[in-house]
């Protein structure tokens, strides 16, 4: 058992690093083919955060997945959920530890905007995420919003991307609703025909108060295996003291 003043710093703590487990930056303004279906899953997702004088909490989630399937050339639908998440939290010789199965989220997309002569595309993303588990492995209340994702092709080796995401989050005295956003982007050079390597970067803040902005950055690598199976590992260290130290990713992306 741990007394009530860390148990404070866990639910702050935790509820930091809830966005940081459920998905990469950029997403991409291309929709799954009519018929088709694309499995996107976080093998494993390990999170470390250790703010100055404060607690560390560890955060680990297994087979995070984001199903989606192709409706039209320019519509899908998606659905996706942490099916494992553990988060672990030390603070002045306590510990804490809290695991379970995390939230399901529901998404669309529509390709709005294609342009063949640069290669360019744009969409919007409307979605929900239901709070399906425990608040300190998940949400405290449904939440939800809007993804933009943009990119453009100059060339056959090389895209470049952003996107803006606006949400609506719960907010900590639990009485109301803040809006969340954030602003991503994104660079991707094609190496090889099976490897490539990109880095992107990503600046959120919140209505609640300019102060509380978060930003992060992160490079990785993809190794296609087969035409239908992709290899993915990214790192992601945080740029200021609310974003979570470090991140480590491996994913596979599975199209059938």
Known sequence: MIPRF??????????????ALRAQFAETPITVEPGRFLAEIDGIRFAVDQPDNGPKVTALAVASTLLTAGLTPRVDIQVGADFYVRRTIELKGFSDARSGVGDVFFRTKWNFWRDASTGGAAAVIPYVIVPTANSLVGGKALRGGVIVPWEI??????????????DLVRNDADDGYDSHFVLNSIAHQQITRSFSLYAEASLSATSAGLSLWEGRAG???LLRITRHLQLDYEIVRGL?????????????????
């Open 6 to 19: 860390p148990r404070i710093f866990i639910l702050v703590a935790c509820g930091a690093l809830a966005g």
């Open 240 to 256: 200021n003291r609310r974003a979570t130290d470090w991140e480590h990713v491996f994913r596979v992306n599975w199209g059938w």
């Open 153 to 166: 092709k100059p060339s056959e080796s090389f895209t470049a991307g952003a996107n803006f995401a606006w």
């Open 219 to 221: 490079a990785g690598a």
